[in-house]
Protein backbone atom coordinates (compact mmCIF):
# COMPACT_ATOMS: atom_id res chain seq x y z
CA UNK A 1 0.00 0.00 0.00
CA UNK A 2 1.73 3.38 -1.52
CA UNK A 3 0.71 6.40 0.69
CA UNK A 4 1.31 8.99 -2.11
CA UNK A 5 0.26 8.24 -5.94
CA UNK A 6 3.91 8.74 -7.08
CA UNK A 7 6.95 8.83 -4.93
CA UNK A 8 10.19 10.48 -6.89
CA UNK A 9 13.68 10.41 -5.42
CA UNK A 10 15.98 13.00 -7.13
CA UNK A 11 19.77 12.38 -6.31
CA UNK A 12 21.46 15.95 -5.05
CA UNK A 13 24.72 13.47 -3.97
CA UNK A 14 27.39 16.59 -3.74
CA UNK A 15 31.12 14.96 -5.15
CA UNK A 16 34.54 16.79 -5.17
CA UNK A 17 34.53 19.58 -7.50
CA UNK A 18 35.57 18.38 -10.97
CA UNK A 19 33.81 15.03 -10.40
CA UNK A 20 30.44 14.91 -11.73
CA UNK A 21 27.56 14.82 -9.58
CA UNK A 22 23.94 15.47 -10.19
CA UNK A 23 23.84 18.81 -8.11
CA UNK A 24 26.92 20.05 -10.19
CA UNK A 25 24.44 19.12 -13.08
CA UNK A 26 21.32 20.79 -11.43
CA UNK A 27 19.92 19.10 -9.25
CA UNK A 28 19.20 21.71 -6.94
CA UNK A 29 17.39 23.66 -9.52
CA UNK A 30 15.60 20.76 -10.93
CA UNK A 31 13.79 20.37 -7.17
CA UNK A 32 12.36 23.77 -7.33
CA UNK A 33 11.20 23.42 -10.46
CA UNK A 34 9.46 20.08 -9.68
CA UNK A 35 8.47 21.77 -6.18
CA UNK A 36 6.70 24.54 -8.14
CA UNK A 37 4.91 22.45 -10.96
CA UNK A 38 3.69 20.24 -8.38
CA UNK A 39 1.72 22.60 -6.57
CA UNK A 40 1.11 24.45 -9.69
CA UNK A 41 -0.65 21.37 -10.99
CA UNK A 42 -2.48 20.70 -7.41
CA UNK A 43 -0.41 17.46 -7.34
CA UNK A 44 1.46 18.19 -4.04
CA UNK A 45 -0.56 15.89 -2.00
CA UNK A 46 -0.06 13.19 -4.20
CA UNK A 47 3.48 13.00 -5.06
CA UNK A 48 6.30 13.03 -2.72
CA UNK A 49 9.58 13.85 -3.58
CA UNK A 50 12.93 12.80 -1.37
CA UNK A 51 16.31 13.60 -2.40
CA UNK A 52 18.50 10.55 -2.24
CA UNK A 53 22.43 9.78 -2.71
CA UNK A 54 24.33 8.41 -5.45
CA UNK A 55 22.58 6.24 -8.03
CA UNK A 56 25.78 5.36 -9.86
CA UNK A 57 24.57 7.48 -13.08
CA UNK A 58 26.76 10.77 -12.64
CA UNK A 59 27.97 11.40 -16.17
CA UNK A 60 24.18 11.53 -17.16
CA UNK A 61 22.66 13.72 -14.41
CA UNK A 62 20.50 14.91 -12.65
CA UNK A 63 19.23 11.45 -12.54
CA UNK A 64 15.82 10.93 -11.49
CA UNK A 65 13.43 7.94 -10.60
CA UNK A 66 9.82 8.00 -10.64
CA UNK A 67 7.72 5.17 -8.62
CA UNK A 68 6.13 3.16 -8.33
CA UNK A 69 6.56 2.52 -11.81
CA UNK A 70 10.51 2.57 -11.34
CA UNK A 71 10.82 4.98 -14.45
CA UNK A 72 14.68 6.28 -14.25
CA UNK A 73 14.68 9.69 -16.18
CA UNK A 74 18.33 11.19 -17.01
CA UNK A 75 19.70 14.49 -18.04
CA UNK A 76 16.83 16.47 -16.97
CA UNK A 77 16.33 20.47 -16.99
CA UNK A 78 14.38 22.56 -14.85
CA UNK A 79 12.67 22.90 -18.57
CA UNK A 80 11.98 18.93 -18.56
CA UNK A 81 9.68 19.29 -15.21
CA UNK A 82 6.20 20.74 -16.43
CA UNK A 83 6.35 18.03 -19.23
CA UNK A 84 7.11 14.92 -16.90
CA UNK A 85 4.49 16.56 -14.21
CA UNK A 86 1.72 16.78 -16.47
CA UNK A 87 2.44 13.67 -19.18
CA UNK A 88 3.51 10.77 -16.48
CA UNK A 89 2.75 12.06 -13.39
CA UNK A 90 -0.57 13.15 -14.33
CA UNK A 91 -1.57 11.34 -17.03
CA UNK A 92 0.55 8.11 -16.97
CA UNK A 93 2.14 8.51 -20.07
CA UNK A 94 5.96 8.30 -19.41
CA UNK A 95 8.21 11.00 -21.58
CA UNK A 96 9.69 8.44 -23.70
CA UNK A 97 12.66 11.15 -24.73
CA UNK A 98 13.63 11.94 -21.34
CA UNK A 99 13.57 8.29 -19.63
CA UNK A 100 15.94 5.62 -19.41
CA UNK A 101 14.95 2.05 -20.26
CA UNK A 102 18.06 0.29 -21.26
CA UNK A 103 19.22 -1.44 -18.36
CA UNK A 104 22.28 -3.20 -19.76
CA UNK A 105 23.44 0.06 -20.35
CA UNK A 106 23.02 2.02 -17.54
CA UNK A 107 24.52 -1.17 -15.47
CA UNK A 108 27.57 -0.65 -17.90
CA UNK A 109 27.46 3.52 -17.19
CA UNK A 110 27.04 2.69 -13.10
CA UNK A 111 29.99 0.49 -13.40
CA UNK A 112 32.42 1.99 -15.95
CA UNK A 113 31.53 5.44 -13.23
CA UNK A 114 31.93 2.89 -10.31
CA UNK A 115 35.58 2.00 -11.65
CA UNK A 116 36.37 5.45 -12.86
CA UNK A 117 35.59 7.06 -9.18
CA UNK A 118 37.18 4.38 -7.09
CA UNK A 119 40.50 4.32 -9.40
CA UNK A 120 40.68 8.05 -9.03
CA UNK A 121 40.00 7.83 -5.19
CA UNK A 122 42.68 5.19 -4.81
CA UNK A 123 45.26 6.85 -6.64
CA UNK A 124 44.75 10.02 -4.50
CA UNK A 125 45.10 7.79 -1.18
CA UNK A 126 48.08 5.97 -2.65
CA UNK A 127 49.79 9.39 -3.26
CA UNK A 128 48.80 10.58 0.29
CA UNK A 129 46.53 13.67 -0.79
CA UNK A 130 44.87 15.39 2.05
CA UNK A 131 41.46 13.42 1.81
CA UNK A 132 38.41 15.73 0.54
CA UNK A 133 36.57 15.92 3.24
CA UNK A 134 39.25 17.53 5.54
CA UNK A 135 40.31 19.71 2.57
CA UNK A 136 36.86 21.15 2.86
CA UNK A 137 36.59 21.45 6.65
CA UNK A 138 39.98 23.44 6.52
CA UNK A 139 38.66 25.79 4.51
CA UNK A 140 35.08 25.89 5.60
CA UNK A 141 35.75 29.20 6.76
CA UNK A 142 35.92 30.90 3.10
CA UNK A 143 32.70 30.76 1.95
CA UNK A 144 31.18 31.61 5.36
CA UNK A 145 33.54 34.47 5.24
CA UNK A 146 32.60 35.71 1.64
CA UNK A 147 28.94 36.19 2.88
CA UNK A 148 29.57 37.59 5.89
CA UNK A 149 31.88 40.39 4.03
CA UNK A 150 28.42 40.43 1.34
CA UNK A 151 26.48 41.03 4.02
CA UNK A 152 28.70 43.52 6.37
CA UNK A 153 29.00 45.57 2.62
CA UNK A 154 25.26 45.20 2.24
CA UNK A 155 25.81 43.92 -1.73
CA UNK A 156 22.57 42.60 -2.19
CA UNK A 157 20.36 45.39 -0.99
CA UNK A 158 23.24 47.08 -3.97
CA UNK A 159 22.50 44.56 -6.51
CA UNK A 160 18.96 45.39 -5.93
CA UNK A 161 17.33 44.49 -9.27
CA UNK A 162 20.14 44.00 -11.09
CA UNK A 163 23.41 45.53 -11.70
CA UNK A 164 27.13 45.41 -13.67
CA UNK A 165 29.83 45.06 -10.95
CA UNK A 166 31.00 48.46 -11.48
CA UNK A 167 27.25 49.97 -10.61
CA UNK A 168 27.84 48.12 -7.49
CA UNK A 169 31.36 48.96 -6.12
CA UNK A 170 30.15 52.48 -6.44
CA UNK A 171 26.82 51.86 -4.49
CA UNK A 172 28.92 50.30 -1.83
CA UNK A 173 31.81 52.70 -2.42
CA UNK A 174 34.01 50.19 -2.93
CA UNK A 175 37.21 49.07 -5.35
CA UNK A 176 35.99 48.20 -8.64
CA UNK A 177 38.39 44.96 -9.16
CA UNK A 178 37.75 43.51 -5.67
CA UNK A 179 34.08 43.88 -6.08
CA UNK A 180 33.69 42.01 -8.99
CA UNK A 181 36.07 39.37 -7.52
CA UNK A 182 33.42 39.00 -4.50
CA UNK A 183 30.36 39.44 -6.60
CA UNK A 184 31.45 36.25 -9.00
CA UNK A 185 32.81 34.43 -5.26
CA UNK A 186 28.66 34.82 -4.07
CA UNK A 187 27.60 33.19 -7.68
CA UNK A 188 29.76 30.50 -7.14
CA UNK A 189 28.63 29.71 -4.19
CA UNK A 190 25.08 29.89 -5.57
CA UNK A 191 24.14 33.10 -3.44
CA UNK A 192 24.16 35.41 -6.87
CA UNK A 193 23.25 34.88 -10.28
CA UNK A 194 25.22 36.53 -13.08
CA UNK A 195 23.70 36.87 -16.85
CA UNK A 196 25.42 39.17 -19.07
CA UNK A 197 27.65 40.82 -16.64
CA UNK A 198 24.83 41.53 -14.76
CA UNK A 199 24.85 40.14 -11.30
CA UNK A 200 21.27 39.41 -9.93
CA UNK A 201 19.95 38.17 -6.27
CA UNK A 202 18.39 35.12 -5.80
CA UNK A 203 14.83 34.55 -4.21
CA UNK A 204 16.47 33.85 -0.75
CA UNK A 205 19.36 36.94 -1.11
CA UNK A 206 16.40 38.92 -1.98
CA UNK A 207 14.25 37.72 0.58
CA UNK A 208 16.88 37.57 3.58
CA UNK A 209 19.64 39.68 2.78
CA UNK A 210 18.19 42.99 1.23
CA UNK A 211 17.04 45.99 2.85
CA UNK A 212 13.49 46.79 2.09
CA UNK A 213 12.42 43.36 2.50
CA UNK A 214 9.80 42.31 5.11
CA UNK A 215 12.15 38.80 6.11
CA UNK A 216 15.67 40.92 5.68
CA UNK A 217 17.83 39.35 8.35
CA UNK A 218 20.92 41.27 7.96
CA UNK A 219 21.03 43.48 10.95
CA UNK A 220 20.70 40.15 13.25
CA UNK A 221 23.27 38.46 11.43
CA UNK A 222 26.15 41.20 11.75
CA UNK A 223 26.53 40.03 15.02
CA UNK A 224 27.64 36.88 13.38
CA UNK A 225 30.03 39.08 11.34
CA UNK A 226 31.01 40.82 14.78
CA UNK A 227 31.69 37.49 16.36
CA UNK A 228 34.23 36.18 13.40
CA UNK A 229 36.32 38.69 14.79
CA UNK A 230 36.94 36.92 18.19
CA UNK A 231 36.42 33.35 16.74
CA UNK A 232 40.42 34.22 14.77
CA UNK A 233 41.64 34.78 18.63
CA UNK A 234 40.48 30.91 19.32
CA UNK A 235 44.33 29.86 19.44
CA UNK A 236 45.34 32.46 21.83
CA UNK A 237 41.96 31.46 23.83
CA UNK A 238 42.92 27.78 24.16
CA UNK A 239 46.06 28.70 25.48
CA UNK A 240 45.04 31.48 27.61
CA UNK A 241 41.90 29.88 28.88
CA UNK A 242 39.82 32.10 28.33
CA UNK A 243 38.69 35.48 26.01
CA UNK A 244 41.70 37.35 25.31
CA UNK A 245 39.14 39.70 23.12
CA UNK A 246 39.64 43.78 23.80
CA UNK A 247 37.44 45.20 21.35
CA UNK A 248 34.68 46.70 23.20
CA UNK A 249 31.14 46.44 22.43
CA UNK A 250 29.73 49.76 20.85
CA UNK A 251 26.29 50.65 20.65
CA UNK A 252 26.15 49.19 16.95
CA UNK A 253 27.04 45.86 18.40
CA UNK A 254 24.93 45.58 21.14
CA UNK A 255 21.92 46.56 18.61
CA UNK A 256 22.94 43.42 16.04
CA UNK A 257 23.17 41.37 19.25
CA UNK A 258 20.04 42.11 20.16
CA UNK A 259 18.24 41.59 16.60
CA UNK A 260 19.92 38.58 16.91
CA UNK A 261 18.71 37.20 20.08
CA UNK A 262 14.75 38.78 19.17
CA UNK A 263 14.83 36.91 16.09
CA UNK A 264 16.15 33.49 17.27
CA UNK A 265 13.75 34.20 20.60
CA UNK A 266 10.62 34.68 18.87
CA UNK A 267 10.95 31.91 16.30
CA UNK A 268 11.29 29.68 19.67
CA UNK A 269 8.91 31.23 22.09
CA UNK A 270 5.56 29.20 21.74
CA UNK A 271 7.32 25.55 22.20
CA UNK A 272 9.05 27.30 25.11
CA UNK A 273 5.73 28.53 26.56
CA UNK A 274 3.93 25.06 24.88
CA UNK A 275 7.21 22.77 26.88
CA UNK A 276 7.01 24.91 29.95
CA UNK A 277 2.77 25.22 30.86
CA UNK A 278 2.85 27.08 33.72
CA UNK A 279 -0.79 27.80 33.56
CA UNK A 280 -2.70 31.35 34.63
CA UNK A 281 0.41 32.75 36.88
CA UNK A 282 0.65 36.02 37.99
CA UNK A 283 4.50 37.23 38.17
CA UNK A 284 7.49 36.04 35.66
CA UNK A 285 11.25 37.32 36.01
CA UNK A 286 13.04 37.45 32.91
CA UNK A 287 16.32 37.37 33.76
CA UNK A 288 19.21 38.41 31.10
CA UNK A 289 15.66 38.97 28.40
CA UNK A 290 17.29 40.93 26.16
CA UNK A 291 14.52 41.89 23.34
CA UNK A 292 11.98 40.83 25.87
CA UNK A 293 10.69 38.49 23.29
CA UNK A 294 10.14 35.68 25.66
CA UNK A 295 7.92 38.29 28.59
CA UNK A 296 5.70 39.49 25.14
CA UNK A 297 5.21 35.47 24.07
CA UNK A 298 4.39 34.64 27.78
CA UNK A 299 2.60 37.90 28.26
CA UNK A 300 0.71 37.33 25.10
CA UNK A 301 -0.38 33.62 25.74
CA UNK A 302 -1.64 34.45 29.41
CA UNK A 303 -3.67 37.11 29.84
CA UNK A 304 -3.14 37.27 34.19
CA UNK A 305 0.97 37.35 33.66
CA UNK A 306 3.01 40.25 34.42
CA UNK A 307 7.04 40.36 33.43
CA UNK A 308 10.22 41.75 34.63
CA UNK A 309 12.84 42.07 32.37
CA UNK A 310 16.35 42.10 34.23
CA UNK A 311 19.32 43.23 31.75
CA UNK A 312 22.40 45.21 31.56
CA UNK A 313 21.50 49.26 31.52
CA UNK A 314 23.17 49.58 27.90
CA UNK A 315 20.44 47.28 27.31
CA UNK A 316 17.25 48.62 28.96
CA UNK A 317 16.51 51.34 26.27
CA UNK A 318 16.12 48.36 23.93
CA UNK A 319 14.27 46.19 25.63
CA UNK A 320 11.21 48.90 26.68
CA UNK A 321 11.15 49.76 22.83
CA UNK A 322 10.35 46.36 21.76
CA UNK A 323 7.99 46.15 24.74
CA UNK A 324 6.61 49.56 23.57
CA UNK A 325 5.98 48.30 19.96
CA UNK A 326 4.13 45.11 20.98
CA UNK A 327 1.88 47.24 23.36
CA UNK A 328 2.95 45.64 26.28
CA UNK A 329 4.20 48.46 28.39
CA UNK A 330 1.66 48.07 31.33
CA UNK A 331 2.62 44.36 31.70
CA UNK A 332 6.23 43.98 31.14
CA UNK A 333 8.47 46.37 33.08
CA UNK A 334 12.33 45.85 31.80
CA UNK A 335 14.87 46.89 34.88
CA UNK A 336 18.39 47.69 34.75
CA UNK A 337 20.63 45.39 37.12
CA UNK A 338 23.30 42.95 37.08
CA UNK A 339 22.03 39.67 37.53
CA UNK A 340 24.72 37.69 39.26
CA UNK A 341 24.95 41.13 41.82
CA UNK A 342 21.70 42.84 42.02
CA UNK A 343 19.00 41.70 44.50
CA UNK A 344 16.02 39.33 41.81
CA UNK A 345 13.71 39.96 43.41
CA UNK A 346 10.92 37.68 45.46
CA UNK A 347 7.78 36.05 44.84
CA UNK A 348 7.80 35.37 41.25
CA UNK A 349 5.65 32.10 39.54
CA UNK A 350 8.33 31.70 37.19
CA UNK A 351 11.76 32.31 36.73
CA UNK A 352 12.86 32.34 33.02
CA UNK A 353 16.79 32.09 32.26
CA UNK A 354 16.86 31.83 28.76
CA UNK A 355 20.47 31.48 26.98
CA UNK A 356 22.38 33.21 29.99
CA UNK A 357 23.95 29.99 31.86
CA UNK A 358 26.39 29.85 28.52
CA UNK A 359 28.18 33.56 29.36
CA UNK A 360 29.06 31.84 33.21
CA UNK A 361 31.03 29.89 35.00
CA UNK A 362 29.70 26.79 36.72
CA UNK A 363 30.11 28.67 39.90
CA UNK A 364 28.15 31.33 38.95
CA UNK A 365 25.54 29.27 37.53
CA UNK A 366 24.88 27.20 40.73
CA UNK A 367 24.73 30.99 42.56
CA UNK A 368 22.57 32.08 40.01
CA UNK A 369 20.10 29.10 40.34
CA UNK A 370 20.33 29.49 43.98
CA UNK A 371 19.09 33.03 44.22
CA UNK A 372 16.19 32.13 41.64
CA UNK A 373 15.43 29.18 43.60
CA UNK A 374 15.25 32.31 46.58
CA UNK A 375 13.24 34.36 44.26
CA UNK A 376 10.09 32.33 43.57
CA UNK A 377 7.13 31.37 44.81
CA UNK A 378 6.75 27.94 47.08
CA UNK A 379 5.70 25.82 43.87
CA UNK A 380 7.11 28.47 41.62
CA UNK A 381 8.90 27.03 38.52
CA UNK A 382 12.26 27.58 36.76
CA UNK A 383 12.73 27.72 33.15
CA UNK A 384 16.15 27.18 31.81
CA UNK A 385 16.73 27.30 28.04
CA UNK A 386 20.49 26.87 26.67
CA UNK A 387 22.63 24.81 24.25
CA UNK A 388 22.57 21.57 26.46
CA UNK A 389 25.55 19.03 25.79
CA UNK A 390 25.24 15.25 26.12
CA UNK A 391 27.26 14.17 29.06
CA UNK A 392 30.43 13.43 27.06
CA UNK A 393 30.05 17.07 25.84
CA UNK A 394 30.95 15.94 22.53
CA UNK A 395 27.23 16.39 20.99
CA UNK A 396 25.02 17.85 19.90
CA UNK A 397 27.78 19.50 17.54
CA UNK A 398 26.28 22.82 17.66
CA UNK A 399 26.52 23.09 21.36
CA UNK A 400 30.05 21.73 21.34
CA UNK A 401 31.12 24.61 18.90
CA UNK A 402 28.81 27.14 20.97
CA UNK A 403 31.34 26.57 23.95
CA UNK A 404 34.46 27.69 21.94
CA UNK A 405 31.83 30.97 20.67
CA UNK A 406 31.81 31.37 24.49
CA UNK A 407 35.48 30.67 24.93
CA UNK A 408 36.38 33.16 22.42
CA UNK A 409 33.65 35.51 23.88
CA UNK A 410 33.57 35.46 27.68
CA UNK A 411 35.67 35.46 30.20
CA UNK A 412 34.36 31.77 32.01
CA UNK A 413 31.79 30.78 29.65
CA UNK A 414 30.50 27.16 28.32
CA UNK A 415 28.28 24.98 27.10
CA UNK A 416 27.13 22.81 30.23
CA UNK A 417 25.49 19.03 29.94
CA UNK A 418 22.25 18.10 31.75
CA UNK A 419 23.87 16.23 34.53
CA UNK A 420 26.01 19.61 35.35
CA UNK A 421 22.41 21.39 35.15
CA UNK A 422 21.02 19.11 36.79
CA UNK A 423 23.25 19.13 39.73
CA UNK A 424 23.12 23.00 39.85
CA UNK A 425 19.36 22.87 40.15
CA UNK A 426 18.75 20.02 42.66
CA UNK A 427 21.74 21.73 44.75
CA UNK A 428 19.57 24.91 44.68
CA UNK A 429 16.71 23.11 46.40
CA UNK A 430 14.86 22.70 43.57
CA UNK A 431 13.02 19.53 42.63
CA UNK A 432 10.76 17.53 39.54
CA UNK A 433 14.19 18.41 37.61
CA UNK A 434 13.53 17.73 33.94
CA UNK A 435 15.06 18.03 30.22
CA UNK A 436 12.72 18.89 27.57
CA UNK A 437 13.48 18.21 24.20
CA UNK A 438 13.01 20.77 21.57
CA UNK A 439 13.61 21.11 17.55
CA UNK A 440 16.19 23.17 17.16
CA UNK A 441 19.41 23.76 18.63
CA UNK A 442 18.45 24.50 21.97
CA UNK A 443 16.91 22.45 24.93
CA UNK A 444 15.00 23.13 28.22
CA UNK A 445 15.59 22.20 31.81
CA UNK A 446 12.37 22.83 33.52
CA UNK A 447 12.33 22.55 37.79
CA UNK A 448 9.84 23.58 40.79
CA UNK A 449 10.44 24.93 44.03
CA UNK A 450 8.64 22.57 46.61
C1 LIG B 1 22.28 35.65 24.86
S1 LIG B 1 21.26 36.96 25.36
C2 LIG B 1 19.74 36.17 25.75
C3 LIG B 1 18.55 37.06 25.60
C4 LIG B 1 17.20 36.38 25.90
N1 LIG B 1 17.14 35.84 27.23
C5 LIG B 1 16.90 35.33 24.86
O1 LIG B 1 16.87 34.15 25.20
O2 LIG B 1 16.71 35.70 23.70
C6 LIG B 1 21.95 37.31 26.95
C7 LIG B 1 21.32 38.52 27.61
O3 LIG B 1 21.80 38.62 28.95
C8 LIG B 1 22.16 39.96 29.22
N2 LIG B 1 23.18 39.94 30.29
C9 LIG B 1 24.45 39.54 30.20
N3 LIG B 1 25.07 39.61 31.38
C10 LIG B 1 24.14 40.09 32.26
C11 LIG B 1 24.17 40.41 33.64
N4 LIG B 1 25.27 40.21 34.36
N5 LIG B 1 23.05 40.86 34.20
C12 LIG B 1 21.92 41.08 33.46
N6 LIG B 1 21.84 40.79 32.15
C13 LIG B 1 22.94 40.30 31.55
C14 LIG B 1 22.64 40.48 27.89
O4 LIG B 1 22.61 41.88 27.83
C15 LIG B 1 21.65 39.82 26.93
O5 LIG B 1 20.50 40.58 26.75
S1 LIG C 1 25.76 11.85 -8.10
FE1 LIG C 1 23.77 11.53 -8.82
S2 LIG C 1 23.87 9.61 -9.68
FE2 LIG C 1 25.80 9.84 -8.82
Redesign the pocket.
Known sequence: MEPFRHHIFVCTQEKPEGVACCPASGAWGLLGALDRELRSQGLDDEVQVSTCGCLGLCDDGPIMIVYPEGVWYRKLKAEDVAEIVTSHLRSGNVVARLAWTDAPAMKAASKEHRDRYGAMVKAKDEAGTLPDDLDQTIRAYMPSRTLLTALELDIFTAVGTGGSAGQVAQKIRADARATEMLLNALVSLKLLQKKDGIFLNSAATMRFFSAGSPNNARDGLLHTANIWHRWSTLTECVRAGTSVATEGRDHGWVKN??VS??R??TERADAVIKAAAPGPIRRML??????G??SIAFARAIPTLESEV???AE?VPLTQEYIRNAGLSDRIQARA????RDPLGSNYDLVLI???CH?FSPEENRDLFRRAYQALAPKGQIVV?DFILEPAKTAPRFAALFALNMLVGTRAGSSYSEPEYETWLRKSGFSAVRRVRLPGPSGLMIAARD
Do not use: E, P, T
Not at 286 to 291: E, M, R
Open positions: FIMNNADLGGGSAYLDLVGDMLSAIMQ
